[in-house]
């Protein structure tokens, strides 16, 4: 690892040296510099000079496709695959450049959504809304030096919109497929110094039967939530600005024991609580030389599960489970010249967990406890001969169970302006630290874990046509992880596991004319599973197979076109090829490894607008009435079509 890394950094000093000699000064105008995103470095910075690979959902993509969640806008982006529990309110997984769900960080606004409550963090996505939701931008690669723990595979930031406008009144209504029906009501506007933005939402469906109709299933799963969000932002001087921002979601799912034969259980609940806060200020001083920001978030998690006694699962249960997290962070930018800026930051984390479970055949309970890291980061921003941009970002954390953990990061870009064509890389590495249940829990935890880690690298280029109205790119990378948390013999958790995933990414967008973009992407990976299952009995357990649940290819298209000057269409069109899973089917054990079947999903959605405050749209998913499986044995949805009203006022 560390000899490519030195590999890897002899090359961007050459490519720094070339730059030098081969600078004109102009290389920026050439290009269109309107795309500013923060994720990759914390800071506000142009597309163009972004070293990592990043795309971004942008608000008019959002929403022309007039989707419900967030789950569903991820799903075409390339490198991201995704698994549904059922239909809509059950488990929602993304899988970032193949890896873990948990190995990615997903932000809200500056919060971290992840679960302590649960053994891998992951986020699960069933109940995030669009409401108020400006843009998501995805950066790829280890990104543990700005973002530490969980941060192995990547980051999903959303961010909401900032109100700029006079006081209005937002509602809308849709109903479809499924019996389904939303409702949304908010507003937002500033006036003197105050900007702020509220939204209330409550969606319900009756859904279908999770353990699939083909199966001989047939009771429904529905499921129902409620969102709330306010933003209040005070703008003291110029130079001073404040923000604080909150969300609650409430949120009831039927849920079915297992997908397959036999799948069916009536009596399986699921209730969710989820609150987020976060309150934050931003004071810049001696004219932008040194911007430092001060946050503080707040994170807690309430979920409890059902079931009684049926025929097939003749036992009764319950289980509750509570994770609370705060967060204090303290950044600095400092902006020396145009050529150089800093970021420097320190931030300390606490987790809390409890968690019960009862049975008729056993109980569990998991006390209440606590663990806390402590983190500096340090990262130097540079602008070489603007077109040469590498970024260098270093980090330590201190866990006070584990100890101590550093990490590293390079990104450069390079422009070559005679081909309007951009060369990017980056290489570092990641960790996630041991959660709470692994280091804790009575039965299975162990308390000398030592986080997983992972190095990454990935090479790429981006090539610019007709002033960037065409932008064609492609990325190769390459993951190593080890330490992966595994059980030894006696089922108690320790670092076991290995893995290596490697792809490709090709991605092209296009704004034809202008009412018409393209998009469109490819991604290609291998994954391979490198733990050596001591005494394998079975093929589940079996060195250098692919891991469950990643497509070894997936395509996505997406086309949207302005008409009659306030209407919209817009395609799209996602392609997810072959992929592992096991057969976990109630009458099957011992249980068994398949391979789902690839398919391909067609989704198409329009608007038209009319008197300037009202807009009606329609959305059809899955148009083809494809069927197919991302989990084995769980239903997905059929054809279906919802339509609805926005109105502004």
């Known amino acids: 690892?560390?000899?490519?890394?030195?590999?890897?950094?002899?090359?961007?000093?050459?490519?720094?040296?070339?730059?030098?000699?081969?600078?004109?000064?102009?290389?920026?105008?050439?290009?269109?510099?309107?795309?500013?995103?923060?994720?990759?470095?914390?800071?506000?910075?142009?597309?163009?000079?972004?070293?990592?690979?990043?795309?971004?959902?942008?608000?008019?993509?959002?929403?022309?496709?007039?989707?419900?969640?967030?789950?569903?806008?991820?799903?075409?982006?390339?490198?991201?695959?995704?698994?549904?529990?059922?239909?809509?309110?059950?488990?929602?997984?993304?899988?970032?450049r193949g890896d873990n769900p948990g190995h990615s960080i997903v932000l809200l606004d500056?919060?971290?959504?992840?679960?302590?409550?649960?053994?891998?963090?992951v986020y699960d996505f069933a109940n995030l809304s669009l409401d108020n939701i400006s843009r998501i931008e995805i950066l790829r690669g280890p990104q543990s030096t700005l973002y530490g723990s969980d941060a192995l595979s990547g980051v999903i930031n959303i961010i909401s919109k900032e109100s700029s406008h006079k006081p209005n009144l937002n509602i809308l209504t849709e109903g479809g497929s499924f019996n389904t029906y939303k409702g949304m009501i908010g507003s937002s506007g500033n006036f003197d110094i105050f900007n702020y933005a509220v939204n209330l939402s409550r969606y319900k469906t009756s859904g279908f039967t999770s353990a699939g109709e083909s199966y001989g299933n047939t009771e429904k799963d529905g499921a129902d939530n409620y969102n709330a969000s306010a933003h209040l932002g005070i703008n003291l001087y110029d130079n001073l600005k404040a923000k604080v921002s909150y969300y609650f979601t409430k949120a009831n799912a039927d849920l079915d024991q297992n997908g397959g034969k036999g799948g069916d259980d009536p009596t399986y609940k699921a209730k969710t609580e989820e609150s987020f806060f976060r309150a934050e200020e931003s004071l810049s001083l001696m004219d932008n030389f040194i911007t430092t920001n001060i946050g503080f978030s707040y994170t807690r998690n309430l979920r409890h599960y059902t079931t009684e006694s049926t025929p097939l699962y003749s036992y009764d249960s319950r289980s509750f489970y509570d994770g609370r997290k705060i967060k204090f962070d303290w950044q600095n930018n400092i902006n020396l010249n145009k050529m150089f800026n800093f970021v420097f930051g320190l931030e300390f984390e606490q987790e809390q967990a409890t968690s019960e479970y009862y049975s008729t055949f056993y109980n569990s309970v998991f006390p209440n406890n606590k663990n806390s890291t402590s983190s500096a980061y340090l990262q130097s921003q540079m602008n070489l001969g603007d077109n040469f941009f590498p970024v260098v970002g270093v980090r330590y954390d201190r866990n006070e169970k584990f100890g101590s953990v550093f990490t590293y990061r390079i990104a450069p870009a390079y422009i070559i302006n005679s081909l309007a064509l951009k060369l990017r890389g980056s290489a570092g590495n990641g960790f996630q630290a041991p959660s709470l249940f692994y280091l804790f829990d009575p039965v299975y935890g162990n308390k000398n874990l030592n986080p997983e880690r992972s190095f990454g690298w990935d090479l790429g280029f981006e090539k610019y046509f007709l002033g960037k109205t065409l932008t064609v790119g492609a990325n190769y990378f390459s993951s190593k992880y080890k330490d992966l948390f595994g059980t030894d013999s006696s089922f108690r958790s320790i670092n076991t596991g290995k893995a290596i995933i490697k792809g490709v990414e090709v991605f092209?967008?296009?704004?034809?004319?202008?009412?018409?973009?393209?998009?469109?992407?490819?991604?290609?990976?291998?994954?391979?599973?490198?733990?050596?299952?001591?005494?394998?009995?079975?093929?589940?357990?079996?060195?250098?197979?692919?891991?469950?649940?990643?497509?070894?290819?997936?395509?996505?298209?997406?086309?949207?076109?302005?008409?009659?000057?306030?209407?919209?269409?817009?395609?799209?069109?996602?392609?997810?090829?072959?992929?592992?899973?096991?057969?976990?089917?109630?009458?099957?054990?011992?249980?068994?490894?398949?391979?789902?079947?690839?398919?391909?999903?067609?989704?198409?959605?329009?608007?038209?607008?009319?008197?300037?405050?009202?807009?009606?749209?329609?959305?059809?998913?899955?148009?083809?009435?494809?069927?197919?499986?991302?989990?084995?044995?769980?239903?997905?949805?059929?054809?279906?079509?919802?339509?609805?009203?926005?109105i502004s006022l």
Not at 110 to 121: A, E, H, V
Not at 624 to 646: C, D, M
């Open 1 to 96: 690892m560390n000899f490519k890394f030195v590999l890897f950094s002899i090359l961007c000093i050459n490519i720094l040296v070339f730059s030098q000699a081969n600078s004109k000064k102009d290389s920026l105008k050439a290009y269109k510099l309107d795309e500013i995103v923060i994720t990759a470095t914390k800071t506000y910075t142009p597309l163009q000079q972004i070293g990592s690979a990043i795309s971004v959902i942008d608000s008019v993509q959002i929403q022309q496709e007039n989707k419900i969640n967030v789950f569903d806008m991820l799903k075409n982006e390339y490198s991201l695959s995704t698994t549904q529990m059922g239909g809509p309110g059950k488990m929602s997984n993304v899988y970032l």
């Open 508 to 646: 092209a967008s296009a704004g034809v004319l202008s009412n018409l973009i393209v998009k469109a992407n490819y991604t290609y990976l291998d994954t391979k599973d490198q733990t050596d299952y001591k005494n394998a009995t079975n093929n589940l357990l079996k060195k250098e197979q692919s891991l469950l649940r990643r497509p070894y290819n997936k395509a996505g298209l997406y086309i949207s076109y302005n008409f009659m000057e306030n209407a919209n269409i817009n395609l799209e069109t996602i392609y997810t090829g072959k992929r592992d899973d096991i057969d976990f089917t109630y009458f099957t054990y011992p249980y068994k490894r398949v391979k789902l079947v690839d398919y391909t999903l067609v989704n198409l959605a329009g608007s038209y607008r009319f008197l300037n405050n009202f807009e009606v749209y329609f959305r059809l998913e899955n148009l083809l009435n494809k069927k197919y499986e991302e989990i084995f044995g769980y239903e997905t949805p059929k054809r279906s079509g919802y339509a609805g009203v926005k």
């Open 110 to 121: 500056g919060i971290k959504l992840n679960m302590c409550n649960d053994p891998n963090s």
